[in-house]
């Protein structure tokens, strides 16, 4: 029998590839695995080969460890949906109190504050069909992997929260740390407006001062990346940092600031990616169950005692409103360009848009003067109006810029601030009512400031230029 390969008439060809163009094609008929992702396409080997999917997950969005604050904030359990706590004001009067030797000593008391705060519910509902759990997934456990979601989502909601919560909009939220020290010390200096502004050594430096003259210990800094970035950016051309050796075997270079040495202590500087500039508006409601679209009327501009807008800021600026609820927020209406001089104010009437699920207030969002309508960022939010709900005003006088960020300086210890908790987090296992598991995660708590001004709030916070 004649060596070689066969082809389908049983003729030969040659073992060392000499064979005719139509043997040739038969050759190229071998199956191949081929590059196709339409599965109505798979040809030949296509439809054999085994589809390869990574059993990492890999995370596009928030991990547990970028939630932060939670984690940093003193807790303490709450035993009513109605938390009360006392002040103390004062031990006294602020008299001598030196006295003649032998008389009677002045009686004094002291001044105690009774305030009350409510207990807020956060929770999610989660949902596998019972075929989920029969196949094999890429990740393991399904339901372990959408509680462990779950449990994040919560997490990331309750971390600005704490920060930004505000019942006044949303009503079913607690107050966070943000709103409260800026209702508590208006007009005072523990509220350091920067006014686009970086953060400084002055400012640190003053802040904790402030502090320190309440009677206070600052301990902590919590504000953006970016802001303790450039905090950096500052002091390194100023040798104001002692850098180490470097490493010759390793190569490292960086000096990253951990602490800001202040004449009233060391405070500790945090990092927070929740606490960076909130961006542009959604360009579509972020729930079904969020509320209609707006209409807004901007108001002539007209002089106000309160402004804050200078010569610098005199131009056009546009304005987009959203409507929120405690579901998600609708797409903007555009408000512009609103012609503004120097102590100049203006009145935007935010008309409701109605709808099954009405607002409970608006955010705003302003570009910066000359810029375009597609430009403006986030500055502030307000409640709506509960008297004539159906026009709400906004009166912008410049308090808040567009691309800046607020940052904190806190005594973070239970004389200063704490969170009270009337549930922690919890997973409750729901009826089963079809082929499905449903359960939900909830805890319960607010967020309480005891010493108003024993913090600070740097607000307008802008970026570094170097010059």
Known sequence: MPMGLF??????????????????????????????TDHSLFTDGDALRVESLDASLKLVTWQAKQIKFWKAVPKDKAYSTVE????????????????IDGELPPTEDSSYERQTGLVKFIGTTREITLGMTWIRTAHGDVIARETKNG????????????????????????????????AANAGTENIRDLRGDPLSQEEMEDGSRIVADNFGNATDFWGSFKAISDLGKQMYPKERIIPPALNATEGRVGVALTEFVSEAGLVKLNGDVFLKSRGAPPTAGTSPKAPAAPTAVAGAPGASADSLFVAADAGNYFYRITAINRFGESTAVNVGPVAIVAGDGVTIVITDGGGAQPATGYRIYRTEVGGAVETAHYITQIARDKITPANTDFDELNEWLPNTTSALMIQNNEQGLGFKQLSPLVKLPLARISASVRWMQLMAGLMIIYAPKKHIVFKNIGPYIPA
């Open 151 to 182: 449990i994040l989502w919560l997490l990331e909601k309750l971390e600005r929260a704490l920060f930004w919560g505000d019942s006044s909009v949303i009503p079913v939220e607690f107050d966070g740390v943000f709103t409260q020290l800026l």
């Open 7 to 36: 082809d389908e008439t049983g003729g030969t060809i040659d073992g060392f590839g000499v064979g005719s163009m139509d043997q040739l094609q038969e050759l190229n008929k071998a199956l191949a695995p081929g590059y196709e």
């Open 84 to 99: 009360e706590w006392n002040v103390l004001d004062q031990y006294g009067s602020e008299h001598g109190g030196f006295m």
